[in-house]
């Protein structure tokens, strides 16, 4: 049965369109269809269109990525959806799921890095609804945090403007809590040191005094980074000798 059905979401045989005008009777049986093949819309592209028609499709494949934490690591079904003129409201909903099922979809971070621009429009978005919710700022910058440079820092400005509790500020994630990979940690303590000495820079630069708690706690940072990177060059130098 599953071999016959194949061929409703090849993108050579049918158009997304041309399934939903085929099961209008029947739209419930066409969802149910396409999540028992819904690994072979490989782009996301029906996904895309029949989310359109029916919001709930996007619950349904969370609760997918929720049962299977290894599943779709690249994830093209929620990155195409940046694409999409009500993107907010579709990463809004995203942003709510995931806080109740703490932390799954940081498990998938390919997917705010597909369409930077909306993603940074996105997050600024987010802040100004929450930002004086801890709770819910810990959690996003706990997805920020492993964006790049320019995207922590930014995003990090932005809340600061918006809120300039130091506590609040002290509370969100600048490192990432896991790292990946292998050799010296070097190299990653630098990046990290490299985003406080942004943030440091910009705020003794421009927003000035009301920030000098901030300051105080991003100098406090970059020491203690800086007498850890000190320590595993010890630790290496010594080690490469015995």
């Known amino acids: 049965m599953k071999r016959r059905l194949r061929v409703l979401f090849n993108h050579h045989c049918n158009s997304p369109q041309e399934l939903l005008n085929f099961y209008k009777e029947d739209l419930e049986l066409l969802k149910n269809i396409y999540f028992l093949l819904e690994e072979d819309d490989y782009d996301g592209r029906f996904f895309k269109e029949f989310l359109d028609k029916d919001f709930s499709y996007l619950t349904r494949y969370l609760e997918i990525l929720k049962e299977n934490e290894n599943y779709h690591i690249e994830n093209r079904k929620l990155k195409i959806c940046w694409n999409k003129e009500n993107y907010l409201e579709i990463f809004d909903f995203i942003f709510e799921y995931s806080l109740k099922n703490r932390n799954f979809l940081y498990k998938f971070p390919s997917i705010f890095m597909s369409n930077n621009e909306r993603v940074k429009i996105w997050i600024k978005h987010i802040i100004d609804k929450n930002c004086m919710d801890e709770d819910k700022m ?71 005094i009301k920030f000098i708690k901030h300051k105080k706690y991003l100098e406090e940072r970059i020491e203690y980074l800086n007498e850890r990177i000190k320590k595993i060059e010890k630790k290496e130098y010594i080690d490469k000798y015995n």
Do not use: W
């Not at 509370?171 to 943030?199: F, H, N, Q, W």
């Open 138 to 208: 810990v959690f996003l910058f706990e997805g920020i945090c492993q964006l790049d440079i320019e995207t922590k820092i930014e995003s990090l400005l932005y809340f600061i403007d918006k809120n300039n509790n130091t506590e609040n500020f002290k509370a969100l994630d600048i490192e990432p809590r896991t790292r990946t990979g292998s050799g010296s940690e070097i190299p990653l303590l630098k990046k990290d040191m490299e985003v406080y000495d942004k943030l440091l820079e910009n705020i003794k630069n421009i927003r000035g």
